[in-house]
């Protein structure tokens, strides 16, 4: 029997997603089995043990780190303005007090009209990007720059056995809908991309075929022994922010 231990440091997994979808993701993992130890992160690692924040151990083989998006290490020898580690931008993504220096993308802090900042995901950064193109040559002109604006279009994510979380022009889905959802937009994404090749496409198709109900494998009585907890075998994960698990459309 397999123990996985899931790792977050927030009260629930997938933040962006908001605290409706993510105590919802984190009930289903839960009643699936999954432990998850909330607030902590982890410390250290060995080779048969995990140590968390909170000072708790865990006997492990097995580790899964998941972590989010992070900046280029070169801006930390740059002597420009900084936060969170990225270049800190107004919003026509101009560095103050730098005429001529720009950014975007996981590089840049650029901030919102809600008092916040863009999220570093690539529905924002190649937006970024062609308003950026725009200001470079306005800027070039003597012409008035332009703000970058944008609102998020949807973040949808997998919890496995055909069920999602998924947050599509602030409404909210969970379950089947939301797993269907994800699904089709994974598949019909794979029809615009022209770096995808054709084996991929015919991939996505066949791996739709889940949708079929299949019967499941009838247990063989030998196999339905149980161990015990104290033999069990943990697998322990990490997410240290839930961004990668989340898909962004």
Known sequence: MIRVVLVHPGEFVLPELGEQLGRYASR????????????????????????????????????????GAAPHPLLEKLPLPKERQRLKVNAAMGVEGYPGVWALGDCAMIPDKHGGY??????????????????????????DLIPFQFNTLGLLASIGRRTGV???????????????????????????????????????????????????????PSESKASS???????????????????ER
Not at 187 to 210: M, P, Q
Not at 231 to 240: E, I, N, Q, S
């Open 28 to 67: 289903k993992l839960a009643k699936r089995g999954v432990e998850i130890r909330s607030n902590a992160k982890i410390k250290a690692v060995t080779s048969a043990e995990v140590e968390l924040t909170d000072g708790t151990r865990i006997k492990s083989f097995t580790l899964v780190w998941t972590a």
């Open 118 to 143: 863009q999220p570093p995901t690539a529905q924002h950064a190649s937006r970024e990007g062609k308003v950026l193109a725009h200001n470079i040559i306005a800027n070039t002109r003597g012409k």
């Open 166 to 220: 998924a947050r599509i022009l602030g409404i909210n889905f969970s379950g089947f809908v939301a797993w269907w959802l994800w699904r089709t937009i994974e598949v019909s994404l794979g029809f615009h991309r022209r770096s995808i090749g054709r084996s991929r496409i015919l991939s996505r198709l066949v791996n739709w075929a889940e949708l079929i109900p299949s019967r499941q494998r009838r247990k063989d």
């Open 229 to 247: 907890p104290d033999t069990r075998v943990p697998r322990c994960f990490d997410d240290p922010g839930a961004d990668a698990a989340a898909t």
